[in-house]
Every structure is written in C-alpha cells, then in structure tokens.
C-alpha cells in the first residue's frame, strides 16, 4: 500500500469522525455534562463535609430531589459504577444509532429524532418514576432517601433495546408500503410500537432478572419500583420519540450495496490530492 492510500484512508476516518460528532454533538455534550455535574457534586460532599444525601436525595423533605437525587451517591464505589454504566450504556447507545443509521436513506434527520429521544428519555426516567416515589414516601413515618445515578441508566437500557428493532420496524413498513399507503402518524405508531413491543417481549420470554443479569445489571433492593418504571419509559416512551420523524424515513440497503459513496471517498481522495498539490 502506497503512502497515498494511507493518507486516503486516514482523511476518510477523519472526514466520517467529523460528521458523526457533528450530528450526535448534542447527545455526546448531553453524557459528559451529566458525568462532570455527578463529579462535582460528589466533590462538593466530600469537601464541604456537609451531608449532601440529606440535601440532595428525594425523600418527603426534599421534593427538589425528583430531579437532583440522580447527581448524589452515597459513596465512591456507588458513584464509580453508576457513572460507568451510564457512560457504557449510552456509549453502546451511541453505537446503536450510528449502525442503525446504515439502514436509513437520511441519516441527518433519524440522528436528530434519536438525539432528542435520548434527552427526553432521561429527563423522564429520572422525573417520572421520582414523582410518583415521592407521593408514595410522602405519608411515610420512617425516612425514606432515594439517590443515584442507576434509575436513568435503567431508562437509557430500554431506550437502547427499542432502539436496536426500528429497522426491523422500518423494514416490515417497507414491504407493506408495496402494496398499500401508510399515513405518516400510522407509520410512526407502527414503528414506535412494534420497536417497544419487541423488546418487551424479549424481556418477558428471558425473564426480568435474567434479562438484567445477562446485560451485567441488576435491581438494587431500593427502589426497584422506580428502576421498572425507568426501564418501562425508556422502552415505550423511547421508541415513540424516536419514531416521530421516521415517516419521512425509509429502510434502505443501498448504503451497504455502495460504500464508497456511503463514506464520501471521493471527497475524502480529492483532499487528500489537493494536500498531495500543494
């Protein structure tokens, strides 16, 4: 291999990096942010010496701790494995869409809507199930606190699972629009639900604690109730997201059938030309 392939080959790494830090920007600031906030925090608590828990966890006392009891651990070993497995999960998530975006004509906007699927995702498996722990623990005598990181990853799982069946889901779309009309909100629903029906499914026929044992994640003792929840919203209202702008998307193979033109070699190969000119 000439140093010229070389140089064409590294431009097309370069150029495909490029484009997918451009389309998943938000998403990708969305992980560090929340990483780097859980830090801070956790600094703040061991540096202040003030009992961070109390503040910051949701309990009856703290409605505030709906939202900030996901940034509060209660020790490094709690705060190390939350933060690896929000990290991993959403790495793997990451992952997930820019495969997924091979199977799709327009990657731009399918980036988008799974972009948005992400934030929403874990705003709400944080705030929805803490909402309705918080009720509950209200007219509770004994102190109740709940905290920690592994409720939104929970979210992200189910969101990661719905995730891998939407080509699947466009695919069956595909092969119906053959023969007969699909209206895009009937086209979103399909894929939304069929995505969150599949996987549910999957979950029911291995078993919710084989399931999590199998992916490396189990239901802490606390707060079970609020991981459900999680996982539930992560897997419906994930897939419904996800699927709003994928009635102007299609499942495609041409992607695979021509890679080149799929990674912009020429543009990448006259770069590196121009480099070469000069």
């Given at each position: ?7 064409v ?6 150029d ?10 938000i ?6 942010t929340i ?6 925090v ?10 961070l828990?109390l503040?910051?966890?949701l ?5 505030w701790?709906?939202?900030t009891?996901?940034f ?5 070993y709690?705060?190390y ?7 991993y999960?959403?790495?793997i998530?990451l ?14 906007m ?9 934030i ?13 722990l ?6 509770q005598?004994?102190?109740v ?7 939104v ?5 189910g ?20 023969t ?5 909100v ?20 291995i ?15 606390m ?36 890679p ?11 770069k ?7």
């Open positions: 291999m000439d140093r010229f392939s070389i140089y080959g590294f431009q097309i790494i370069i495909n990096l490029t484009l997918l830090l451009k389309r998943y920007a998403m990708i600031a969305s992980i560090f990483i780097i906030l859980t830090f801070l956790d600094t703040w608590k061991s540096v202040s010496g003030k009992n828990i503040i910051l966890s309990s009856k006392n703290t409605p701790g709906i939202l009891s996901m509060i651990h209660k020790d490094f709690h705060l494995y939350n933060i690896l497995s929000f990290l999960y959403s790495l998530l992952g997930a869409y820019i495969i997924e975006n091979i199977f799709i004509d327009r990657a731009e399918s980036a988008l809507s799974q972009t948005l699927a992400y929403i995702v874990i705003f709400t498996s944080q705030t929805i199930p803490s909402i309705k918080f009720f509950d623990i209200y007219n005598q004994n102190i606190m709940i905290y920690g990181l592994s409720q990853v929970f979210g992200i799982i969101l990661l699972g719905s995730s891998i069946f939407v080509p699947f889901s466009l695919f069956l779309v595909r092969q119906i629009e053959k007969r009309e699909i209206k895009p009937v086209k979103i629903l399909f894929v939304g639900v069929f995505s969150a029906w599949f996987f549910s499914s999957t979950i029911v026929v078993g919710t604690h084989n399931f999590l044992n199998f992916i490396g994640v189990g239901i802490p003792e707060n079970v109730e609020g991981h459900i929840y999680a996982l539930l919203i992560g897997i419906i209202l994930g897939a419904l997201i996800i699927s709003i702008k994928y009635d102007k998307l299609k499942f495609t193979l041409d992607k695979l059938r021509n080149k033109k799929f990674l912009n070699v020429e543009k990448s190969r006259e590196v030309l121009i480099k070469f000119s000069q």
